[in-house]
């Protein structure tokens, strides 16, 4: 004789699949994202192998992230392992420690200019450059790189070094990477002066509080929706362990705008922006 | 022709130096002086001990009956889940209220060090991520984490019950009984151990004489301090740019700083430092914007009211007091560094892509010699009374009640 099913483990069963059903529609109902702004250094590789860094941008319900590495080998293993959601970037960086010095040091150049013919790219960078030391040799040569083989350049520095590249390029496809942790109304003026310079949003906080978006940055988003992209900068690697958490964030401000800017922002820029090179083109 | 004072403190060190190299000792022909631009800002790292007027958010700071009641609490084992580990099993008090491990081991090993706790008094927040915006809250939560004490005001009110003498302070200090039912029961207990903890104040040190003598023109007695401490603080408060964080009298600006210390945890995981502190604070019950807090005003809770996790949070501990480092390492949050020596080695050879370059950086690779090394230790010694302090015992357990005031 078999025993009856009780209805109580009936009812949990039923409640489980409810539960089940409720969390899936719940992911599938997030704001996708564009992560414009991933670092998997070789710090990062042996506490997050590969499999377990994808892992994490697909809980965060990342629709693409834009990976750059130092080495640049981090960003291949990444794009090796995903290349639906990897848009590799090429940081000029060979390992940790180059970042205040790549600029003067023009043997980056052979080395941007193998991996060029070697791997395919979204991007140079993210780098970090200010002032006229983008007039630098190393740097006008990124410049033109960049021009060659229609890649955007992620540019880490103030207003003034982007001025310097855009001089050198004018139709330059310049990331401006955390805004250049300028005021609102300056980024404004330059997104207003520079029609092909877009900016992310990485590591700063000034544009929201409590989940609603500033006003001068709201002013700045609906005037310019489609240039402004979003981004964690998982510039240790302990910061891997944030992405998930950045994502939710990012949502959370991203709903107090209309939902159309919201999702440019939250990703169809990026899409966009992207799309050549997702598409298998250079 | 008259010297200034600086120049006669300078002079006192070359003759102190000449009589080192005829004594046989350390060579150092280098005088040391310090303009009055740099007497200005030592003196800004006093006076010891700085004013103090009590916790407004803690109605038994100061109560003899609490600062009694506090002290034998926090050395009772019986509060804790197994009735084998006290607060004291941790903040031992002969190193400083630190227990010399890399990270605190109560009922299981956790994943920070242990931070001392002299002159706790003057902080604003406290724990390595500022996870409390009091001294009675950061008191509880030890007691009732299930990783550290494991307690309960369940086991709290019958420990309280069992001694007539604990029970009768307990009374003098908040005017009812202790009872597991009342809400105000678990905060007082953590008030109670907080107003001792006041009490704990470290005696003044060789810098302290030191930036007595120069604040008084006493050449003699300023003349009495290390030269390598005297290059080391020239040092710390220049091209180390140490005082910009480790400011005023406690060496410290009491918020929170990403020094490029790993903070993975094992076997798995991150600590999230302050940015899980402010998440934690916030959702405390215990929080200054809180029914426990005894500031009516609530004057006191200023801070926390505008407190918000920002992305740079994420890793960020506290800037730790640099008195009585002598008697505190391990150092960090989690103990990773082991000497005063290691941690100078760790400024001087910064890992600089470990931090954001978000606005001016204050962080750079110091690029320190051995010797440039050597006289950083040298004055972070001075911070320390040369003999440890007279560590406070547990008080002895049948004191008459009511506590006399």
Known sequence: MRSPVPLSALAISALCLASTIASTHAAESKLPIFDAHIHYSHDAWDGTPPKAAIAILRKAGLKRAMVSSSSDDGTQKLYAEAPDLVVPSLRPYRKRGELSTWVRDETVIAHVEERLKKYRYAAIGEFHVYGADADLPVMRRMVQLAKQHGLWLHLHGDSDAVEHVIRQDPDARVLWAHSGFDRPEAVRAMLKKHRKLHADLAYRNDHTSGGKVDPAWREAFLEFPDRFLVGTDTFTPERWHYIVEHADWSRAWLADLPPDVAERIGWRNGETLFAAMMAGKR | ?405
């Not at chain 2, 700071?61 to 600062?67: Q, R, V």
């Not at chain 2, 630190?98 to 920070?112: I, K, M, V």
């Not at chain 2, 005003?297 to 009585?324: I, Q, Y």
């Open chain 2, 1 to 405: 022709m008259t010297f200034g004072f600086a120049e006669r403190i300078a002079r006192l060190v070359f003759l102190g130096a000449g009589l080192a190299l005829l004594s046989g000792g350390p060579a150092a022909a280098v005088p040391i002086e310090f303009t009055d631009e740099e007497i200005a800002r030592i003196a800004s790292h006093g006076p010891w001990p700085p004013d103090w007027r009590g916790d407004p958010g803690n109605r038994a700071s100061g109560n003899p009956a609490a600062i009694w009641l506090g002290q034998s609490l926090f050395f009772d084992a019986r509060l804790s889940a197994n009735g084998r580990v006290s607060c004291a099993a941790c903040h031992r008090p002969r190193s400083g209220f630190q227990d010399g491990r890399l990270t605190a081991r109560g009922l299981a090993r956790g994943t920070r060090n242990t931070p001392g706790l002299l002159n706790v008094r003057h902080q604003r927040w406290f724990g390595w991520d500022g996870g409390h915006d009091s001294l009675w809250s950061a008191s509880l939560r030890p007691i009732l984490d299930p990783r550290e004490m494991g307690g309960s005001a369940a086991r709290g009110a019958r420990l309280l019950k069992s001694s007539p003498s604990l029970a009768c302070h307990y009374r003098e200090a908040f005017g009812k009984p202790p009872s597991a039912d009342d809400p105000d029961f678990l905060p007082n207990l953590a008030k109670a151990i907080a107003a001792w903890q006041e009490t704990l104040v470290s005696p003044p040190t060789p810098f302290d004489r030191f930036r007595e003598a120069l604040a008084d023109k006493d050449a003699a007695a300023a003349a009495s301090y290390p030269q390598a401490a005297r290059r080391g603080l020239r040092h710390f408060l220049g091209r180390g740019q140490c005082a910009t964080c480790h400011a005023g009298p406690l060496f410290s600006n009491g918020e929170f700083g990403d020094i490029g210390v790993p903070f993975f945890v094992r076997p798995a995981g991150v600590d999230p430092g302050r940015q899980g502190g402010i998440k934690r604070l916030l959702s405390s019950p215990y929080n200054l914007l809180g029914a426990y807090n005894d500031d009516a005003t609530r004057g006191n809770a200023v801070g926390t009211r505008h407190l918000r996790p920002e992305h740079r949070n994420f890793g960020e501990f506290k800037v730790p007091t640099l008195r009585n480092l002598t008697l505190t390492a391990p150092y960090m949050h989690n103990g990773s560094l082991a000497s005063l020596r290691d941690v100078v080695r760790h400024y001087s050879e910064l890992d600089e892509d470990r931090l954001h370059s978000d606005g001016e950086r204050i962080l750079k690779p110091l690029m320190l010699s051995a010797g440039e090394i050597d006289d950083l230790v040298a004055f972070l010694e001075t911070l320390s009374p040369p003999a440890p302090p007279q560590p406070p015992l547990p008080p002895p357990g049948a004191l008459p009640c009511p506590a006399r005031r």
